[in-house]
Protein backbone atom coordinates (compact mmCIF):
# COMPACT_ATOMS: atom_id res chain seq x y z
CA UNK A 1 0.00 0.00 0.00
CA UNK A 2 2.72 2.45 0.72
CA UNK A 3 3.05 3.73 -3.16
CA UNK A 4 5.69 6.31 -3.66
CA UNK A 5 5.08 9.41 -5.33
CA UNK A 6 5.45 8.66 -8.68
CA UNK A 7 7.39 11.62 -9.65
CA UNK A 8 10.24 11.41 -7.29
CA UNK A 9 13.47 8.51 -6.87
CA UNK A 10 13.76 9.31 -3.33
CA UNK A 11 13.47 6.39 -1.37
CA UNK A 12 9.86 6.01 -0.05
CA UNK A 13 8.16 6.02 3.91
CA UNK A 14 6.56 2.67 4.76
CA UNK A 15 5.58 0.79 7.79
CA UNK A 16 8.29 -1.77 8.98
CA UNK A 17 6.46 -3.37 12.05
CA UNK A 18 3.05 -3.25 13.57
CA UNK A 19 2.55 -3.93 17.08
CA UNK A 20 -0.67 -4.36 18.94
CA UNK A 21 -0.97 -2.19 22.50
CA UNK A 22 -3.15 -5.03 24.22
CA UNK A 23 -5.59 -3.37 25.64
CA UNK A 24 -7.95 -4.64 28.84
CA UNK A 25 -10.34 -5.94 28.23
CA UNK A 26 -9.92 -6.43 24.75
CA UNK A 27 -12.51 -4.84 22.38
CA UNK A 28 -14.01 -6.82 19.69
CA UNK A 29 -14.76 -4.05 17.25
CA UNK A 30 -11.06 -2.28 17.80
CA UNK A 31 -7.72 -1.73 18.77
CA UNK A 32 -4.96 -0.27 19.08
CA UNK A 33 -1.69 -0.51 17.15
CA UNK A 34 1.97 0.95 16.86
CA UNK A 35 3.50 1.49 13.56
CA UNK A 36 7.03 1.65 13.13
CA UNK A 37 7.65 3.14 10.32
CA UNK A 38 10.55 4.77 8.05
CA UNK A 39 10.87 8.28 7.09
CA UNK A 40 12.17 8.91 3.37
CA UNK A 41 15.44 10.04 4.42
CA UNK A 42 15.76 6.87 6.23
CA UNK A 43 14.72 7.86 9.69
CA UNK A 44 13.13 5.28 12.31
CA UNK A 45 9.84 7.03 13.88
CA UNK A 46 6.36 5.68 15.82
CA UNK A 47 3.07 6.48 14.82
CA UNK A 48 -0.10 5.26 17.40
CA UNK A 49 -3.46 4.35 15.19
CA UNK A 50 -6.75 2.45 15.86
CA UNK A 51 -7.74 -0.30 13.29
CA UNK A 52 -11.06 -1.88 13.04
CA UNK A 53 -10.97 -5.65 13.50
CA UNK A 54 -13.69 -6.28 11.32
CA UNK A 55 -12.41 -5.19 7.92
CA UNK A 56 -13.57 -7.30 4.85
CA UNK A 57 -12.07 -9.21 2.12
CA UNK A 58 -12.13 -6.58 0.03
CA UNK A 59 -9.58 -4.70 2.47
CA UNK A 60 -12.51 -1.95 2.77
CA UNK A 61 -14.05 -1.32 6.30
CA UNK A 62 -17.17 0.60 5.35
CA UNK A 63 -19.83 2.17 2.57
CA UNK A 64 -21.63 5.33 2.93
CA UNK A 65 -24.41 5.28 0.66
CA UNK A 66 -24.88 9.05 -1.25
CA UNK A 67 -27.90 8.57 -2.77
CA UNK A 68 -30.58 10.87 -4.90
CA UNK A 69 -34.30 10.22 -4.51
CA UNK A 70 -36.21 11.08 -7.76
CA UNK A 71 -39.81 10.78 -8.69
CA UNK A 72 -41.25 9.66 -12.24
CA UNK A 73 -44.03 11.74 -12.49
CA UNK A 74 -47.55 10.66 -14.03
CA UNK A 75 -50.22 13.71 -12.62
CA UNK A 76 -53.55 12.85 -12.98
CA UNK A 77 -53.79 16.43 -12.64
CA UNK A 78 -51.29 18.30 -14.89
CA UNK A 79 -51.14 20.72 -12.27
CA UNK A 80 -49.78 18.89 -9.66
CA UNK A 81 -46.05 19.43 -9.10
CA UNK A 82 -43.39 17.01 -9.04
CA UNK A 83 -41.60 16.02 -5.67
CA UNK A 84 -38.18 17.80 -6.00
CA UNK A 85 -35.33 15.50 -5.86
CA UNK A 86 -34.22 14.53 -2.71
CA UNK A 87 -31.27 12.51 -0.08
CA UNK A 88 -32.81 10.48 2.54
CA UNK A 89 -30.80 10.62 5.25
CA UNK A 90 -30.19 8.86 8.81
CA UNK A 91 -30.32 9.88 12.15
CA UNK A 92 -29.09 7.68 14.84
CA UNK A 93 -27.92 8.17 18.64
CA UNK A 94 -23.66 7.37 18.28
CA UNK A 95 -21.88 6.71 21.22
CA UNK A 96 -18.30 7.72 20.44
CA UNK A 97 -19.74 11.35 20.19
CA UNK A 98 -22.24 10.88 22.87
CA UNK A 99 -24.99 12.59 20.17
CA UNK A 100 -27.59 12.13 17.80
CA UNK A 101 -25.58 12.12 14.13
CA UNK A 102 -26.94 12.89 10.69
CA UNK A 103 -25.44 10.62 7.98
CA UNK A 104 -26.01 9.43 4.88
CA UNK A 105 -26.94 5.63 5.38
CA UNK A 106 -23.73 3.92 5.85
CA UNK A 107 -22.41 0.28 6.90
CA UNK A 108 -19.61 -2.15 7.83
CA UNK A 109 -18.77 -4.07 4.63
CA UNK A 110 -20.16 -7.95 5.59
CA UNK A 111 -17.28 -10.75 5.11
CA UNK A 112 -17.13 -11.63 0.84
CA UNK A 113 -19.62 -8.80 0.19
CA UNK A 114 -18.78 -6.28 -2.49
CA UNK A 115 -18.99 -2.36 -1.37
CA UNK A 116 -21.93 -2.35 -3.85
CA UNK A 117 -23.74 -5.12 -2.52
CA UNK A 118 -23.54 -3.48 1.13
CA UNK A 119 -24.46 -0.56 -0.12
CA UNK A 120 -27.83 -1.80 -1.55
CA UNK A 121 -28.16 -3.97 1.47
CA UNK A 122 -27.62 -1.07 3.88
CA UNK A 123 -29.87 1.40 2.27
CA UNK A 124 -32.63 -1.03 2.40
CA UNK A 125 -31.76 -2.01 5.87
CA UNK A 126 -31.83 1.64 7.36
CA UNK A 127 -34.39 2.75 5.32
CA UNK A 128 -36.50 0.20 3.03
CA UNK A 129 -35.66 1.55 -0.15
CA UNK A 130 -34.08 -0.40 -3.23
CA UNK A 131 -31.47 1.34 -5.73
CA UNK A 132 -29.38 1.24 -8.57
CA UNK A 133 -25.50 2.12 -8.21
CA UNK A 134 -24.51 5.07 -10.39
CA UNK A 135 -21.01 5.22 -9.50
CA UNK A 136 -18.45 4.08 -6.57
CA UNK A 137 -15.35 6.01 -5.05
CA UNK A 138 -11.94 4.60 -4.78
CA UNK A 139 -11.43 3.81 -1.00
CA UNK A 140 -10.47 6.52 0.77
CA UNK A 141 -9.70 7.05 4.13
CA UNK A 142 -12.02 8.10 7.21
CA UNK A 143 -9.26 9.87 9.16
CA UNK A 144 -5.98 8.60 7.86
CA UNK A 145 -3.84 10.92 10.71
CA UNK A 146 -5.20 8.91 13.14
CA UNK A 147 -7.13 5.63 12.24
CA UNK A 148 -6.65 2.58 9.14
CA UNK A 149 -10.37 2.80 8.36
CA UNK A 150 -11.41 3.37 4.97
CA UNK A 151 -14.64 3.27 2.84
CA UNK A 152 -16.37 3.72 -0.27
CA UNK A 153 -18.76 6.39 -1.01
CA UNK A 154 -21.26 4.67 -3.63
CA UNK A 155 -23.58 6.90 -5.07
CA UNK A 156 -26.80 4.92 -5.71
CA UNK A 157 -30.33 6.68 -7.34
CA UNK A 158 -33.61 5.54 -6.05
CA UNK A 159 -36.61 6.54 -8.17
CA UNK A 160 -40.11 6.25 -6.87
CA UNK A 161 -43.94 6.84 -8.31
CA UNK A 162 -45.50 9.39 -7.38
CA UNK A 163 -46.94 9.24 -3.64
CA UNK A 164 -45.29 5.70 -3.10
CA UNK A 165 -45.88 5.40 0.27
CA UNK A 166 -42.56 5.16 2.14
CA UNK A 167 -41.99 1.48 2.81
CA UNK A 168 -40.92 0.07 6.16
CA UNK A 169 -37.15 -0.01 7.62
CA UNK A 170 -35.33 -3.69 8.21
CA UNK A 171 -33.65 -2.98 10.96
CA UNK A 172 -31.46 -4.90 13.38
CA UNK A 173 -32.72 -5.61 16.94
CA UNK A 174 -32.18 -2.78 19.11
CA UNK A 175 -31.15 -0.60 16.05
CA UNK A 176 -32.91 3.12 16.23
CA UNK A 177 -33.28 5.08 12.84
CA UNK A 178 -34.53 7.46 12.14
CA UNK A 179 -34.92 8.72 8.51
CA UNK A 180 -35.02 12.48 7.05
CA UNK A 181 -35.77 12.60 3.36
CA UNK A 182 -34.39 16.34 2.36
CA UNK A 183 -34.48 17.99 -0.94
CA UNK A 184 -31.08 18.00 -2.72
CA UNK A 185 -31.37 22.04 -2.98
CA UNK A 186 -31.83 22.58 0.35
CA UNK A 187 -29.30 19.87 1.87
CA UNK A 188 -26.51 22.32 2.98
CA UNK A 189 -29.07 24.54 4.95
CA UNK A 190 -31.09 21.34 6.53
CA UNK A 191 -27.62 20.05 7.98
CA UNK A 192 -26.69 23.65 9.09
CA UNK A 193 -30.24 24.20 10.81
CA UNK A 194 -29.79 20.42 12.09
CA UNK A 195 -26.52 21.01 13.69
CA UNK A 196 -27.92 24.14 15.70
CA UNK A 197 -30.47 22.10 16.76
CA UNK A 198 -27.65 19.85 18.48
CA UNK A 199 -27.65 16.96 15.89
CA UNK A 200 -24.06 16.26 15.06
CA UNK A 201 -23.42 15.94 11.12
CA UNK A 202 -20.68 13.58 9.59
CA UNK A 203 -17.98 15.17 8.20
CA UNK A 204 -17.98 13.39 5.07
CA UNK A 205 -21.74 13.95 4.35
CA UNK A 206 -21.34 17.88 5.50
CA UNK A 207 -18.19 18.17 2.77
CA UNK A 208 -20.16 16.67 0.08
CA UNK A 209 -22.96 19.56 1.01
CA UNK A 210 -20.10 22.13 0.92
CA UNK A 211 -18.90 21.13 -2.24
CA UNK A 212 -21.86 21.10 -4.31
CA UNK A 213 -22.55 24.67 -2.51
CA UNK A 214 -19.77 25.98 -3.79
CA UNK A 215 -20.21 24.60 -6.96
CA UNK A 216 -23.73 25.94 -7.24
CA UNK A 217 -22.06 29.83 -6.05
CA UNK A 218 -19.26 29.59 -7.68
CA UNK A 219 -19.94 28.27 -11.13
CA UNK A 220 -17.23 30.44 -12.92
CA UNK A 221 -14.95 28.32 -10.83
CA UNK A 222 -15.67 24.93 -12.54
CA UNK A 223 -15.19 26.36 -16.00
CA UNK A 224 -12.55 23.35 -17.24
CA UNK A 225 -10.02 25.75 -19.84
CA UNK A 226 -10.25 24.06 -23.46
CA UNK B 1 -23.86 16.52 23.70
CA UNK B 2 -26.35 14.08 23.90
CA UNK B 3 -28.68 16.28 22.36
CA UNK B 4 -32.27 14.85 21.23
CA UNK B 5 -34.58 15.01 18.31
CA UNK B 6 -36.62 17.75 18.73
CA UNK B 7 -39.37 16.43 17.04
CA UNK B 8 -39.84 13.96 19.57
CA UNK B 9 -41.07 13.22 23.62
CA UNK B 10 -39.43 9.57 23.58
CA UNK B 11 -36.72 9.29 25.95
CA UNK B 12 -33.07 10.21 24.35
CA UNK B 13 -30.30 8.35 24.45
CA UNK B 14 -27.17 8.93 26.23
CA UNK B 15 -23.75 7.47 27.75
CA UNK B 16 -24.25 6.79 31.48
CA UNK B 17 -20.53 6.21 31.49
CA UNK B 18 -17.23 5.92 29.95
CA UNK B 19 -14.41 3.64 30.44
CA UNK B 20 -10.87 3.81 29.36
CA UNK B 21 -9.64 -0.12 27.99
CA UNK B 22 -5.99 0.74 29.36
CA UNK B 23 -3.72 -0.32 26.88
CA UNK B 24 0.34 -1.55 27.11
CA UNK B 25 2.25 0.71 26.44
CA UNK B 26 0.26 3.47 26.83
CA UNK B 27 -0.20 5.95 23.87
CA UNK B 28 0.20 9.67 24.05
CA UNK B 29 -2.28 10.10 21.32
CA UNK B 30 -5.21 7.71 21.46
CA UNK B 31 -7.33 5.75 23.84
CA UNK B 32 -9.76 2.94 23.82
CA UNK B 33 -12.83 3.41 25.76
CA UNK B 34 -15.97 1.40 26.32
CA UNK B 35 -19.34 3.64 26.20
CA UNK B 36 -21.93 2.50 28.40
CA UNK B 37 -25.07 3.90 26.65
CA UNK B 38 -28.89 3.67 27.16
CA UNK B 39 -31.04 3.57 24.15
CA UNK B 40 -34.22 5.72 23.65
CA UNK B 41 -36.24 2.69 24.58
CA UNK B 42 -34.31 2.26 27.94
CA UNK B 43 -32.36 -0.76 27.57
CA UNK B 44 -28.24 -0.59 28.56
CA UNK B 45 -25.72 -1.08 25.51
CA UNK B 46 -22.14 -0.85 25.40
CA UNK B 47 -19.83 0.56 22.27
CA UNK B 48 -15.71 1.04 21.93
CA UNK B 49 -14.38 3.69 20.67
CA UNK B 50 -11.12 5.49 19.75
CA UNK B 51 -10.44 8.78 21.46
CA UNK B 52 -7.71 11.55 20.94
CA UNK B 53 -5.97 12.96 24.14
CA UNK B 54 -5.34 15.67 22.37
CA UNK B 55 -8.62 17.29 22.30
CA UNK B 56 -8.10 21.56 22.38
CA UNK B 57 -10.38 23.34 24.70
CA UNK B 58 -12.41 24.67 22.48
CA UNK B 59 -13.51 20.62 22.39
CA UNK B 60 -12.69 20.31 19.13
CA UNK B 61 -9.41 18.38 17.80
CA UNK B 62 -8.96 19.18 14.85
CA UNK B 63 -9.48 22.03 11.58
CA UNK B 64 -9.04 21.17 7.83
CA UNK B 65 -8.17 23.89 5.25
CA UNK B 66 -10.31 23.63 2.39
CA UNK B 67 -8.74 26.44 -0.18
CA UNK B 68 -9.20 28.75 -3.32
CA UNK B 69 -5.96 30.17 -4.48
CA UNK B 70 -6.82 33.51 -7.06
CA UNK B 71 -4.44 35.62 -8.75
CA UNK B 72 -4.97 38.89 -8.85
CA UNK B 73 -4.64 39.90 -13.07
CA UNK B 74 -2.25 42.46 -14.10
CA UNK B 75 -0.74 41.40 -17.39
CA UNK B 76 2.04 43.15 -19.02
CA UNK B 77 1.01 41.47 -21.82
CA UNK B 78 -2.78 41.71 -21.99
CA UNK B 79 -2.98 38.61 -24.17
CA UNK B 80 -1.80 36.50 -21.30
CA UNK B 81 -4.40 34.26 -19.25
CA UNK B 82 -4.90 34.68 -15.80
CA UNK B 83 -4.01 31.67 -14.08
CA UNK B 84 -7.46 29.40 -13.10
CA UNK B 85 -8.82 29.59 -9.59
CA UNK B 86 -6.72 26.76 -7.98
CA UNK B 87 -6.59 24.82 -4.54
CA UNK B 88 -3.67 23.36 -2.68
CA UNK B 89 -2.96 19.76 -1.57
CA UNK B 90 -0.69 18.14 0.68
CA UNK B 91 0.71 14.67 -0.17
CA UNK B 92 2.69 12.86 2.78
CA UNK B 93 2.84 9.35 4.39
CA UNK B 94 0.57 8.77 6.89
CA UNK B 95 1.68 5.55 8.50
CA UNK B 96 -2.08 4.55 10.08
CA UNK B 97 -3.02 3.41 6.38
CA UNK B 98 0.81 2.49 5.09
CA UNK B 99 0.24 5.15 1.86
CA UNK B 100 1.14 8.35 0.94
CA UNK B 101 -2.43 10.39 0.98
CA UNK B 102 -3.87 13.66 -0.44
CA UNK B 103 -5.57 15.81 1.74
CA UNK B 104 -6.12 19.61 2.29
CA UNK B 105 -3.64 20.74 4.69
CA UNK B 106 -5.24 20.15 7.78
CA UNK B 107 -4.30 20.05 11.84
CA UNK B 108 -4.76 19.31 15.09
CA UNK B 109 -5.96 23.03 17.33
CA UNK B 110 -3.27 23.81 19.99
CA UNK B 111 -4.36 24.91 23.22
CA UNK B 112 -6.40 27.36 23.65
CA UNK B 113 -6.36 28.13 19.76
CA UNK B 114 -9.78 28.77 17.99
CA UNK B 115 -10.15 26.25 14.67
CA UNK B 116 -9.78 30.07 12.56
CA UNK B 117 -6.26 30.46 14.27
CA UNK B 118 -5.52 27.23 13.93
CA UNK B 119 -6.58 26.73 9.89
CA UNK B 120 -4.28 29.73 9.35
CA UNK B 121 -1.25 28.51 11.01
CA UNK B 122 -1.53 24.94 9.88
CA UNK B 123 -1.71 26.66 6.54
CA UNK B 124 1.29 28.73 6.83
CA UNK B 125 3.25 25.61 8.15
CA UNK B 126 2.25 23.04 5.38
CA UNK B 127 1.84 25.66 2.44
CA UNK B 128 3.80 28.66 3.41
CA UNK B 129 0.44 30.41 1.79
CA UNK B 130 -1.19 33.50 3.78
CA UNK B 131 -5.22 33.93 3.60
CA UNK B 132 -8.46 34.83 5.08
CA UNK B 133 -10.91 32.71 6.35
CA UNK B 134 -14.15 33.12 4.59
CA UNK B 135 -16.34 30.46 6.38
CA UNK B 136 -16.01 28.16 9.35
CA UNK B 137 -18.42 24.61 9.29
CA UNK B 138 -20.09 23.58 12.46
CA UNK B 139 -17.94 20.85 14.51
CA UNK B 140 -18.14 17.57 12.70
CA UNK B 141 -17.49 14.19 13.28
CA UNK B 142 -14.72 12.28 11.58
CA UNK B 143 -15.88 8.71 11.66
CA UNK B 144 -18.65 8.53 14.69
CA UNK B 145 -19.03 4.90 14.29
CA UNK B 146 -15.58 4.48 15.51
CA UNK B 147 -14.13 7.50 16.83
CA UNK B 148 -15.22 11.13 18.79
CA UNK B 149 -12.94 12.59 17.15
CA UNK B 150 -14.36 15.83 15.38
CA UNK B 151 -13.24 18.42 13.45
CA UNK B 152 -14.04 21.92 11.82
CA UNK B 153 -13.79 22.35 7.76
CA UNK B 154 -12.44 26.00 7.39
CA UNK B 155 -12.15 27.82 3.68
CA UNK B 156 -9.97 29.63 2.90
CA UNK B 157 -9.32 32.21 -0.02
CA UNK B 158 -5.50 33.26 -0.37
CA UNK B 159 -5.25 36.33 -2.90
CA UNK B 160 -1.73 35.68 -5.05
CA UNK B 161 -0.16 38.15 -7.62
CA UNK B 162 0.38 36.96 -10.95
CA UNK B 163 3.59 35.59 -11.23
CA UNK B 164 4.39 35.42 -7.02
CA UNK B 165 7.03 32.84 -6.23
CA UNK B 166 5.66 29.64 -4.49
CA UNK B 167 6.39 30.43 -0.71
CA UNK B 168 8.78 28.38 1.67
CA UNK B 169 7.29 25.80 4.24
CA UNK B 170 7.33 26.04 7.92
CA UNK B 171 7.36 22.59 8.55
CA UNK B 172 8.50 21.18 11.51
CA UNK B 173 11.42 19.11 11.88
CA UNK B 174 10.94 15.61 10.53
CA UNK B 175 7.77 16.27 8.85
CA UNK B 176 7.77 15.59 4.65
CA UNK B 177 5.04 17.05 3.15
CA UNK B 178 4.48 17.91 -0.80
CA UNK B 179 2.70 20.44 -2.07
CA UNK B 180 0.16 20.23 -5.01
CA UNK B 181 -1.52 22.92 -7.12
CA UNK B 182 -4.70 21.93 -8.81
CA UNK B 183 -7.03 24.24 -10.56
CA UNK B 184 -10.25 23.45 -8.73
CA UNK B 185 -12.50 22.74 -12.29
CA UNK B 186 -9.78 19.82 -12.40
CA UNK B 187 -9.93 18.83 -8.38
CA UNK B 188 -12.04 15.30 -8.79
CA UNK B 189 -10.18 14.05 -12.29
CA UNK B 190 -7.05 14.93 -10.08
CA UNK B 191 -8.29 12.97 -7.42
CA UNK B 192 -8.67 10.24 -9.63
CA UNK B 193 -5.64 10.18 -11.35
CA UNK B 194 -3.77 9.91 -7.83
CA UNK B 195 -6.43 7.45 -6.49
CA UNK B 196 -4.90 5.57 -9.62
CA UNK B 197 -1.30 6.34 -8.96
CA UNK B 198 -1.83 4.36 -5.69
CA UNK B 199 -2.35 7.46 -2.84
CA UNK B 200 -4.90 7.53 -1.01
CA UNK B 201 -7.54 10.41 -0.95
CA UNK B 202 -8.58 11.84 2.37
CA UNK B 203 -12.84 10.95 2.32
CA UNK B 204 -13.57 14.29 3.28
CA UNK B 205 -11.48 16.17 0.39
CA UNK B 206 -13.22 13.40 -1.70
CA UNK B 207 -16.48 14.46 -0.66
CA UNK B 208 -16.38 17.75 -1.46
CA UNK B 209 -15.31 17.08 -4.67
CA UNK B 210 -17.16 14.42 -5.55
CA UNK B 211 -20.26 17.19 -3.99
CA UNK B 212 -18.91 19.71 -6.08
CA UNK B 213 -18.79 17.45 -9.26
CA UNK B 214 -21.97 16.69 -8.73
CA UNK B 215 -23.93 19.80 -8.69
CA UNK B 216 -21.61 21.03 -11.92
CA UNK B 217 -23.06 17.94 -13.35
CA UNK B 218 -26.84 18.43 -11.91
CA UNK B 219 -27.39 22.15 -12.18
CA UNK B 220 -31.14 21.20 -12.36
CA UNK B 221 -31.32 19.31 -9.03
CA UNK B 222 -29.95 22.45 -7.10
CA UNK B 223 -33.07 24.99 -8.56
CA UNK B 224 -34.30 25.80 -5.18
CA UNK B 225 -38.26 25.87 -4.98
CA UNK B 226 -39.49 29.68 -4.99
Known amino acids: MASPPSNTSTPTAKVTSLTDLPCTPTSSWIKLQRATYT ?51 VLQFRPPVNAYTVEWPAGLIDKDETPQQAALRELYEETGYSGTVISTSSPVAADPGMSSANMCLCMVEIWLEEGQPEPEQH ?45 VENPGLFVKEG
Do not use: C, M
Not at 43 to 51: P, V
Not at 54 to 81: E, L
Not at 198 to 203: H, Q
Open 39 to 89: TSSGQSRTWDLARRTTTSASGIDAVSIGNIIRHHHHPKNPSTKPKPPSTIL
Open 171 to 215: LDEGEEIQRVVVPVAELYDRLEGLAKEGYVVAAKLWHWAAGAKFA
